[in-house]
């Protein structure tokens, strides 16, 4: 019965979204977030990120599909693994079009957690796990570890911060680590139902960006985010390309 409502969500984004997309680990707009799925949960997503520049070096779009699923029954631990399609435009002549499968994987701790008052929330956590390698010369193994802290401000909302760290032959050598950061917070003032963020990713790889956007939840399981991602100044070698529009339709299956 589950699987059957699995694929009816499923047969319903893609009508409504005419593309393929992703679910990568919870997230904010671009980076992790130290949200996990809760158990038996699952999430279905899809993201499209888009240039707004047609240039040569404008950079690939992006489709994603994914599915994340919460796979540890506590309530002051949790896990979360999740399963990638991620493809683009460049058909044949990529790697990542022609190797499509990623795997990603998080562990964490909400707020509060273990009935201590003011406790962060903490997560660590690694995606875009390649299936693919062949070395410098061709592989898909971003292979992104992280780990983040977390803490709800009254009025603020969300801050959150950490670091992370990917395999130098897909980032680059010397430019695949960097800081994680974010804020984030639900808009009550305006709507229940809207949620704004901001988060950034640094290092001068294909993944350092700024992002900023918004959610607007249709239902408590279903929520549509709308952003923009501005990626970080090129190397002469790698690049994150031109900025992105991105729509990550989100829906969790209870």
Known sequence: MKLGRILAAACAVVALASSVAMAT???????????????????????????????????????D????????????LKMEIGVDYMTDNLGSASNTAKHPIFFNAKVGTPEDAFGIKGLP???????NI????????A????NIAYGLVAKTFPVIGRISAGGYNGAE???????????????????????????LAVDYMSGRNYNGAVSFGGSWAFSK??????????????????????????????????
Do not use: C
């Not at 599909?65 to 002051?76: D, I, K």
């Open 25 to 63: 680990p919870s997230t904010q707009i671009w980076i992790p977030s130290t949200d996990v799925q809760d158990f038996k949960t699952l999430h279905l997503g899809i993201d499209n990120y888009i240039r707004f520049s047609d240039a040569p070096n404008a950079g690939v779009n992006t489709y």
């Open 65 to 76: 599909l994914g599915l994340t699923a919460g796979v540890l029954p506590f309530e002051n």
């Open 121 to 127: 929330a903490f997560a660590v956590g690694m995606y």
């Open 130 to 137: 390649g299936t693919f390698d062949r070395g410098e010369a």
């Open 139 to 142: 592989n898909t193994m971003q």
């Open 169 to 195: 032959k897909q980032l680059g050598k010397k430019i695949n680590t960097g800081i994680l950061a974010s804020w984030d917070r639900a808009m009550p003032e305006i709507s229940d139902k809207l949620w």
């Open 221 to 254: 399981n279903v929520s549509l985010l709308v952003g923009v991602d501005v990626y970080n100044p090129a190397q002469k070698t790698l690049t994150g390309g031109k900025p992105t529009f991105t729509t990550q339709l989100d829906i969790n299956i209870p």
